[in-house]
Nanobody
Framework: QLQLVESGGGSVLPGGSLRLSCVAS????????ISWIRQAPGEERERVSC????????FFADAVKGRFAISRDVAKNTVYLQMNSLKPEDTAVYYC?????????????WGQGTQVTVSS
């Protein structure tokens, strides 16, 4: 069964760190472009980081540059988002997304999301 399951969210103080995990079942991370996307209440979804299927290209939104890191462990079928120096504005539900192809050949998979709350 194809499934993405996120974990690692929680409540932290400003300046704290969290590491989100996305475990893939029935799907191989190295065959997909992987994104971490977040959505805060009342806000549009925001792509915060991407990792290309080759592993050679990474993207970070300006808001998280220098604070977040994306990685994958192919042996564990897991993708990570390390989040450091967290700010209240990082509060959101974080989703992992696996994407491949375009048009009729497009595959797009989402996890259920994990809540991150940064508050004093």
């Amino acid at each position: 069964q194809l499934q993405l399951v996120e974990s690692g969210g929680g409540s932290v103080l400003p300046g704290g760190s969290l590491r989100l995990s996305c475990v893939a079942s029935g799907i191989s991370p190295e065959r997909y472009d992987i994104s971490w996307i977040r959505q805060a209440p009342g806000e549009e979804r925001e792509r915060v980081s991407c990792l290309s299927s080759s592993g050679g290209s990474r993207f970070f939104a300006d808001a998280v540059k220098g604070r977040f890191a994306i990685s994958r462990d192919v042996a564990k079928n897991t993708v990570y988002l390390q989040m450091n120096s967290l700010k209240p504005e990082d509060t959101a539900v974080y989703y992992c997304n696996f994407h491949q192809g375009v048009g009729a050949y497009e595959s797009d998979y989402w996890g259920q999301g994990t809540q991150v709350t940064v508050s004093s």
